[in-house]
């Protein structure tokens, strides 16, 4: 009886240290453990919050952005962290329109399913490209202060104009930038910054070995650069730090694209002033054509710590 008990014990425990937390809430879905909480909202298919458990949420978030969006746009910047398909500049020779982006794949809304430890977001089938974009996230124990975030493209009927169509994926995360620092673990063989669109450059302070500070010397205008790497860092100034890492190789045609950081100036006709000014922390795939999408899935993790 003995032996039984303790066998049930052992077991018990090994189940229970291994629980997260999955539920809906209102239109949430919330990821929870002993750590961290993660909370997704499959309406827009993006996540809107991460944070250790009673800290401070490291994403940017724009509360008002049903009310201020500008209207010529026809775009509403919620923030938060979500996926787009890369590249923006054949957007209008595929969805028809340069901007703003297909309704479907920014806003959505996504279907859901809850999965072991996490959920599923589907997004409708994207015009023009006729594909979705699926995202799993995943707290995979108890004790992690990790979020596993794994993208991937279905492909739904391709026609012969989506058959030519060149497609990848970009991760878009958004993050306050008052009072936060960011850094960039960049490659031995190649540190240096890529200018993108005609942005001013970022700029970058090294801190230690391939470890550079990244920041935007002039705050009122945009700031985008591209670089080699796998690992960005946030920092908030009450020791909250991040890492958005990706995960395997990226094999990309082009050199600085794969990892990219973008800076908004304080003022933006496309978020509330009060909502503060942003960053973009972005990667992205190989641009794969003529529906040859194997390979082209997106692992990333998000890993949070307190700095004492």
Excluded at 54 to 79: M, R, S
Excluded at 262 to 288: C, I, N, W
Aim: charged letters at 25%; one cysteine or more.
């Amino acid at each position: 009886m003995k032996r039984i008990l303790l066998t049930f014990f052992i077991v018990f425990a090994s189940i229970y240290c291994v629980a997260v937390d999955v539920f809906t809430k209102d239109d949430s879905v919330v990821l929870r453990n002993n750590a961290i909480e993660c909370i997704i909202q499959p309406k827009i298919g993006r996540m809107m919050h991460l944070s250790l458990i009673g800290g401070e949420n490291i994403l940017w978030v724009d509360e008002k952005a049903e009310e201020n969006a500008p209207e010529k746009h026809f775009w509403k910047n919620y923030g938060g962290l979500k996926v787009w398909l890369w590249k923006q500049n054949d957007w209008k020779k595929i969805y028809g329109k340069g901007w703003p982006p297909p309704r479907e794949m920014d806003l959505g809304p996504y279907s859901f399913e809850l999965i072991t430890n996490g959920v599923r977001l589907s997004s409708p089938v994207i015009p023009g490209y006729q594909m979705q974009i699926v995202q799993e996230f995943i707290v995979a124990d108890d004790e992690t202060k990790r979020v596993e975030h794994i993208v991937d493209l279905k492909h739904i009927a391709p026609s012969k104009k989506t058959s030519d169509a060149c497609v990848g994926l970009w991760l878009v995360a958004q993050v306050p930038t008052v009072n936060t620092e960011i850094f960039a673990e960049l490659t031995c063989a190649d540190n240096n910054l890529y200018s993108l669109d005609s942005n001013a450059a970022v700029r970058k302070e090294k801190i230690s070995n391939n470890f550079y500070r990244l920041y935007q010397e002039d705050k009122n205008a945009n700031a985008k650069s591209g670089m080699m790497g796998d690992k960005i860092v946030f920092m908030t100034a009450n020791g909250t730090k991040c890492s958005f890492v990706r995960k395997g190789e990226s094999y990309l045609h082009k050199r600085g694209e794969e990892m990219q950081v973008f800076f908004s100036p304080k003022v933006s006709a496309d978020f509330s002033p009060s909502a503060g000014p942003y960053a973009e922390l972005e990667f992205v795939t190989e641009v794969f054509c003529k529906g040859k999408l194997h390979g082209n899935k997106l692992e990333l993790y998000y890993e949070l710590e307190q700095n004492k």
